[in-house]
């Protein structure tokens, strides 16, 4: 591979999703303006904001070569508690708490069965997602309304602006990849996460405590899809055990478009924002423009074969070159 | 993709061992069946016992009943009912309907939780076929499915009723369904009087779909632009959320942008109003556009309460599934029913208008 | 007491045993070397010591505490630390973050800090008299520049008891001149180092005693400076040997490959060299020389730029294995466990993988033959196992070599290719290996050896091609082979180009 | 015993064979529902709708991937199916849809050799591919006016054996052939194994994997054929989430995720467990949330079950090899 082409792919590898993103909002802003006004570019940031955060903590979990397929069920699962826990008159702050907490129980139970009983995670998380469901279920048996009354506090995270500008959401997006971005790069943990998914035996040979940094990762990955469940209750006022069905293939297509190999060691936290970003911004335009559920499915697949068939060139060229 | 998990089984092993592994295999897998022996009999224990406590309580009832009419022998029947997914709002509501009749004819109940799948319809109800029901209760969570069972009853002389949502062209005992179409129209002259309270006479609405395979839950959104169009109101668009809350809070932003002078929401049920209706109050329109449902949902009501929803259809689940109850023991006993629509064996339940007090209101009625 | 102390040490691998109630003593300050064949348990043993596996039982003393180590952070603990046979590096990570992985320095209590992991990094480094920056991703460096990483790593701890085994496998002249300046510095610190190599020269430049190991058993410690080169082989292998072994004289056939003028870029330049019918060629050189790409090209793993192979005069192309096999090519991989063997399949099925079209009808595979097939090659090759549907990894590794062995026999190839033909493989079946590989040369068989041993290619080998950093430095025949002659080529000292037979 | 030996090992363990016949035994004995033939019938036929997907399956599993496409496949298959059905009839329909199956496959294999996209992405975008394409054909349901079709899957031959179950265990001895007794199912094997050393043996990987997904829409294809029948319609939702219970059913049959074994007689009799374990809740009238959780427990203790037994396993020789040792103390 020459000199030139190396370089392309390093700035591909950065910014290529980017590149793909503008070039959806060219077609869509030539196709009708209102798409790329500002304020509805808000709007998809605010929107990508749910499956962004739950992205940023499946990127771990993919960058130390898993997936977490119960981010979905987790979703729920904390949706209905703070929905419960605040038509029981708790506080908004206490019901937050408690769904962290669930969101992290969750994660330390996905851990414990993929280190101390080595399942692999797809199975594992496929078996929990069932079972958090099912325990949602069992908690809380159908949606709840949060009415006005009970959800002016909760309410501030999806429609309050921090300082009278900044809309929450976008704020919490910024702050978690802000988080993601440092603790990827520069923490021990984000270097351990790295360092498993690169080579897990050779971290073992190191002295790295893999069982205890993988447990920690399905933390991560169960938190961070408790802070989207706090989000997404807040935005759509009700406390719903369906609310989740579906979303963790939302948050593992965000990351896979961003770059982030699945075969582990080597994550992309910019690329996975832009990928949540791209996501929402092609469903949203193909909404505004009145195109039917069949083509935004389409859409998203082509988008997706597209940025990793780019990438499958890129493999070639670098297999051809050895 | 190479999958190479985390935790690659270990790979090596050596023959004296695999010796007892062997052994191991049988005690384990027998060990595996204990357990879940165990749990299903734990778990079955709490649901399992109304069922048998409503059995031996109500034979003694029925008999004081005697000869009245229809429910003479109900002690002895069993019915089966399979229900679309115990995890809607709607269909637990339902099934309360069911257990409270069963419970007063003293009926048999087994049910059955198609979790929304197509194919665990089938199998539950041809496993509640074949443990002997007198008579088949189903709300089916695709319709079309329904002609394949009711083949399959007719088989063992088992007559089917159908609760809601369709018959997908089954040859049906009866069928007990709200009307869709009407109650989409009632939606429609209530949003009506509203707007012209507001003397507004013109102007777009939207509608928020289910999925575009849900055929019954068309109707409703037909019956609602019916009326709608005929008093001079343009579509601005149909979006389909696919029933889902989060997605029709996505449409519902997405509508706000490119129709920003939509006047009226109608989303065919109630989750996906709720949806809308939070965005719309994230919007700061709340009130100026009005959102309506269909189901008649607690959270709906609440809603409504709360002033960010306009109003709902309600549909009278406990009704459907005690009407259902009622209709297959007099079916068992060779009645014949009392149709609505004797051609398509139809009998309707009504359905009302909660307005946006919250409270039923019958002004509004299907012509 | 000693300053290390292991009491009794005994483990078992799935039934057999590595280790049999090995114990030894080491004291503080010295270089210790552990000596003994393939497979006599050196390596397990210091696994055992740095945390890796446990002991089923014994004891390890350190400075007269009892210790129980049971993970490499216990090791650590303990002050152990170990440089492992095999590479442990994490190729998407820094050389910086993979030599400080185990204890990032830190800054505000989470932080990772990064500029002073660098600088102390870069330090060590410094004074290792490395090329490489301590930024550089692990990923852009060579093999022996990687080996470099794993000492330094091992140094960072800085522990009091250093374990080195076979270091310098990789590791070209001057990194390994390098390598000795540091042990020598760590003795004067009065840092414990234990050593493990093949290379006798290495053990009796650097250490202080030795500890002997057979089959897993303690031989003996001795004093370096008091044993003999031929008293401790002797030791090691059990039973006294006059000389190597080594094939017969044999006389030439006519060529059968040909290779000319291959070049491919930041590989290999101007390859050229002819190899006979009945000859053995051995190929020597370091490790991350290319010598393994030379021959994966004859294979057609790989693709040159430009050259020209020819079998039998006929000039060959081979783009991929199936190519070459169909020519008559045989390889076996260095790579046993990941590239050779197939784990989980029946060691019927390993053997017959690349001949089933011909020994199936209309799709259908024979059994029949299949059972031929194994019989065959077990009559000749004598494979242990226990019926045609064990699973191969519950073989021992000499007579999974054999299969791969009987693999490319199979296909009836008329060159064979071995890389590293006896690596982890125990005693017996090395000599079975070696007596198999004369007879098919006696056959007409035309073989090439790529071995890191160099004891092995003097033995074997008719001739030997001596490699430094893709290119061909020495063509040495049978009577030139020396150990020291050989590595003078291979590290580019001396280019003797006069092997070619007549 | 050689002969005994051979089905062991080459055929998989069977604890799971096990496993099913001790369940059904419990299940006979403690609930009359099950005493009947018709339950059994019913749970062999639904069973091997999903089994038949799984033998497809399994291969993909074996070779070390999966595909996540075969629900979207699925009803792909089954809009056009019953969209052919009146016009073609029976034979020639099932004969495109297979021929459409090999189609799916063909491109879920090219996008995967060829592209090298990794099989979880390629297939999870062709998942909304396939079904956005089944909406577009034809987006509200239909049913089958056919009532010869309509019986096929639900027939019992002999009145004992149900039509989809044979046909199921004729397409597993055929899947079982190609995976022992053909070079295309060693490749797979060998590919599971480990890449390299199948390059190195000579294996055509790129050609291997694209047969891979083709044998996955083929069997596929036949399962959406038995499914039609089963459920006399189509819809273009139907069957989501399938790929995850055949995904389930394969694991539980004991083929590693991460590949170089498997069985299909284990990954149909591991369809016939799930299906057994809910028809079970079921009839011990299990509250329907506790069933999911019980499902999910149900199968954390199967996948895990190795690792359970591999725990013991060293216990045990640890505390042999302690014994012994003490042994050896006291009578020194």
């Known amino acids: 591979m020459s000199k030139r082409a190396k370089k392309f792919w390093l700035i591909w590898d950065r910014i290529g999703i980017l590149c793909i993103l503008l070039t959806v909002m060219i077609v869509f802003g030539i196709l009708d303006s209102k798409i790329v006004s500002p304020t509805q570019l808000l709007t998809a940031l605010n929107r990508a904001a749910v499956s962004g955060i739950a992205a940023a903590g499946m990127m771990f979990a993919i960058c130390a070569g898993g997936f977490d397929l119960s981010v979905g069920s987790i979703l729920s699962l904390t949706s209905c508690i703070i929905a419960v826990q605040l038509t029981d008159g708790k506080s908004t702050l206490f019901a937050i708490v408690m769904a962290f907490l669930a969101g992290g129980v969750c994660g330390i139970i996905n851990g414990l069965l993929i280190t101390k009983l080595k399942i692999q995670t797809f199975v594992a998380t496929l078996a929990t997602q069932l079972a958090f469901a099912g325990v949602t279920l069992v908690y809380c048996n159908k949606a709840i309304q949060l009415t006005s009354k009970v959800n002016t506090q909760l309410k501030f995270f999806s429609t309050g602006k921090l300082f009278g500008i900044l809309p929450m959401p976008i704020v919490l997006l910024v702050i978690a990849y802000v988080i993601t971005y440092l603790v990827y790069n520069f923490t021990s943990f984000g270097t351990k996460v790295r360092a498993i998914g690169s080579n897990e035996s050779a971290a073992r040979t190191t002295g790295i405590k893999v069982d205890v940094t993988l447990i920690l990762v399905f933390v991560v990955t169960g938190v961070s899809a408790a802070i989207a469940g706090v989000l997404n209750t807040a935005q759509v006022s009700i406390g719903d055990p369906s609310l989740g069905e579906g979303f963790e293939l939302d948050a593992i297509t965000a990351v896979v478009l961003g770059g982030t190999a699945l075969s582990g060691g080597k994550g992309n936290v910019f690329g996975t924002l832009v990928g949540a970003i791209l996501v929402v911004f092609v469903k949203m335009g193909l909404n505004i423009l009145g195109a039917g559920e069949a083509y935004q499915k389409l859409a998203v697949a082509i988008v997706l074969l597209f940025a990793l068939t780019i990438n499958g060139i890129k493999l070639i060229m670098e297999k051809g070159d050895k | ?367 | 007491m000693a300053y290390i102390e292991l009491k009794n040490i005994t483990k078992t691998f799935y039934g057999v045993k590595a280790l049999d109630n090995v114990s030894l003593s080491i004291e503080k300050g010295e270089v210790h070397a552990i000596v003994g064949e393939n497979g006599a348990g050196k390596s397990t043993i210091m696994k055992i010591l740095g945390g890796m596996y446990f002991a089923d039982s014994g004891e390890v003393h350190i400075d007269g505490n009892k210790c129980s180590i049971n993970s490499v952070s216990d090791a650590l603990k303990h002050g152990v630390s170990v440089v492992y046979q095999e590479l442990n590096l994490m190729s998407e990570l820094t050389v910086a973050e993979n030599i400080y992985l185990h204890s990032l320095p830190q800054k505000v209590g989470i932080a990772v800090d990064r500029a002073q992991m660098n600088k102390n990094a870069q330090a060590l480094l410094d004074e290792m008299d490395v090329k490489f920056k301590a930024t550089d991703f692990i990923r852009m460096l060579s093999v022996s520049e990687q080996q470099m990483v794993e000492i330094a790593k091992a140094l960072s701890h800085n522990s009091e008891i250093i374990v080195m085994d076979e270091p310098t496998a990789a590791l070209n002249d001057k990194e390994v001149e390098t390598l000795y300046r540091l042990i020598r510095k760590l003795k004067k610190e009065n840092k414990t180092v234990i050593y493990i190599s093949h290379r006798l020269k290495e053990i009796f430049d650097l250490t202080d005693r030795l500890t002997i190991l057979r089959d897993g058993s303690y031989v003996g410690t001795y004093v370096t400076k008091e044993i003999t080169q031929n008293k401790m082989v002797e030791y090691m292998v059990g039973r006294k040997i006059a000389e190597y072994y080594t094939t017969a004289e044999h006389e030439p056939g006519e060529v059968i490959l040909e290779v000319k003028n291959l070049c491919k870029e930041n590989v290999y330049q101007d390859i050229s060299f002819t190899l006979h019918k009945g000859e053995i060629l051995g190929m020597a050189g370091l490790m991350g020389c290319f010598r393994e790409e030379i021959v994966k090209t004859i294979y057609g793993l790989l693709q040159a730029d430009s050259g020209e192979i020819s079998l039998s005069g006929k000039k060959i192309n081979p783009k991929n294995p199936l190519d070459a096999i169909a020519h008559g090519i045989g390889f076996v991989t260095e790579d046993r466990k990941q590239a050779g063997i197939f784990g989980l399949m029946s060691v019927r099925e390993n053997l017959t993988i690349n001949v089933l079209d011909r020994i199936s009808s209309f799709f259908w595979i024979k059994g029949d033959e299949e059972n031929a097939l194994l019989d065959h090659y077990t009559k000749k090759m004598n494979m242990k196992y226990n019926g045609y549907y064990q699973k191969i990894n519950s073989l021992s590794g000499g007579n999974q070599q054999k299969f791969l062995l009987a693999r490319a026999l199979a296909s009836n190839c008329e060159v064979l290719i071995m890389l590293e033909p006896t690596r982890g493989i125990d005693v017996g079946a090395k000599a079975e290996i070696y007596s198999l590989l004369e007879d098919l040369a006696k056959q007409g068989m035309a073989i090439i050896i790529v071995s890191s041993e160099l004891p092995e290619i003097i033995s074997n080998c008719h001739r030997t091609l001596a490699i430094f950093n893709g290119k061909i430095t020495g063509d040495i025949s049978k009577e030139e082979m020396e150990e020291a002659f050989i590595m003078q080529c291979a590290t580019g000292n001396k280019i003797h180009l006069g092997g070619e037979p007549a | 015993m050689e002969k005994k030996r051979r089905f062991h090992i080459e055929y998989g363990d069977h604890g799971i064979l096990y496993a099913l016949i001790i369940f059904w035994i419990v299940l006979i004995i403690t609930n009359e529902n099950f005493r009947g033939l018709a339950f059994f019938q019913t749970i062999l036929t639904k069973a091997s709708l999903n089994a038949i997907c799984g033998i497809g399956m399994t291969f993909a599993v074996i070779s070390g991937a999966f595909d996540l496409s075969i629900a979207s496949q699925v009803a792909l298959n089954g809009v056009v199916l019953t969209l052919i059905l009146p016009k073609i009839g029976i034979f020639p329909s099932i004969i495109v849809i297979l021929l459409l199956g090999v189609l799916m496959g063909t491109i879920n294999g090219l996008l995967i050799s060829k592209l090298r996209i990794p099989s979880f992405i390629a297939t999870l975008a062709m998942q909304m591919a396939y079904r956005a394409v089944a909406q577009l054909i034809n987006s509200s349901p239909v049913v089958v006016d056919n009532s010869g079709f309509k019986k096929m899957a639900t027939y019992k031959i002999a009145g004992i054996i149900p039509t989809a179950f044979l046909i199921c265990i004729i397409l597993g001895i055929i899947g079982t052939i190609i995976l022992r007794k053909m070079k295309l199912g060693r490749d797979i094997l060998a590919i599971g194994n480990s890449q390299e050393a199948a390059i190195i043996s000579g294996i055509n990987v790129a050609k291997t994997e694209i047969m891979i997904y083709l044998i996955v829409g083929l069997f596929t294809a036949a399962s959406s054929v038995m499914i039609v029948s089963y459920l006399g319609s189509s819809n273009y939702g139907m069957q989501s989430g399938l790929e995850f219970t055949v995904i389930s059913a394969v694991v539980l049959g004991g083929t590693a995720l991460i590949g170089g074994k498997g069985s299909i007689f284990n990954t149909i009799v591991a369809a016939i467990f799930l299906i057994s374990i809910r028809s079970a809740m079921d009839s011990f009238g299990v509250d329907s949330y506790w069933q999911r959780v019980v499902e999910g427990v149900i199968l954390i203790i199967a996948f895990s079950i190795t690792e359970i037994r591999n725990i013991i396993n060293t216990v045990l020789v640890k505390r042999k090899a302690r014994k012994q040792l003490s042994v050896q103390k006291v009578s020194k």
């Open chain 2, 1 to 367: 993709m190479k999958l190479r998990f985390l935790f690659p089984v270990k790979q090596v092993r050596i023959d004296q061992i695999k010796k007892r592994r062997v052994n191991m295999k049988k005690v384990t897998s027998i060990l595996l069946a204990m357990m879940l022996m165990l749990t299903l009999v734990s778990c079955g224990n709490s649901s399992g016992e109304t069922t048998s406590n409503t059995t031996s309580d109500t034979t003694n009832d029925t008999k004081s009943t005697g000869d009245e009419g229809g429910s003479a022998n109900t002690g002895n029947y069993t019915i089966g009912f399979s229900v679309y997914d115990l995890s809607n709002e709607y269909f637990q509501s339902m099934m309360e309907g069911v257990e409270a009749a069963a419970e007063e004819n003293g009926v048999t109940l087994i049910t059955h939780d198609q979790k929304s799948s197509e194919s665990e319809l089938v199998t539950g109800a041809t496993n509640l076929i074949n443990q002997g029901v007198d008579a088949l209760i189903v709300s089916p969570c695709k319709p079309e499915v329904m002609s394949t069972i009711v083949d399959l009853a007719k088989e063992s002389n088992i007559p089917v009723i159908i609760l809601d949502i369709g018959d997908g062209g089954s040859d049906k005992d009866a069928i007990v369904v709200s009307d869709m179409y009407g109650g989409g129209q009632i939606a429609g002259k209530y949003a009506l009087s509203l707007l012209e309270a507001d003397s507004v006479t013109e102007g777009e609405f939207a509608i928020i779909k289910c999925e575009e395979s849900a055929v019954y839950a068309i109707q409703r959104g037909e019956g609602f632009k019916s009326i709608m169009e005929e008093a001079g109101f343009t579509l601005a668009t149909e979006l389909v959320a696919n029933s889902d809350t989060t997605e029709a809070y996505n449409a519902m932003q997405d509508i706000l942008t490119s129709y920003p002078d939509v006047k009226v929401i109608f989303a065919e049920n109630d989750n996906m109003a709720l949806g809308a209706a939070s965005a719309i109050d994230e919007a700061g329109k709340t009130g100026e556009i009005l959102v309506f449902g269909f189901d008649g949902n607690e959270s709906a009501v609440e809603a409504i309460l709360d002033g960010t929803m306009s109003g709902t259809i309600a549909q009278q689940p406990v009704e459907i599934g005690r009407l259902g109850i009622e209709l297959a023991i007099q079916r068992i006993n060779g009645e014949e029913l009392e149709f609505d629509n004797p051609d398509t064996k139809e009998i309707y339940a009504d359905v009302y208008l909660i307005d946006s007090t919250g409270e039923a209101n019958h002004e509004f009625t299907v012509e």
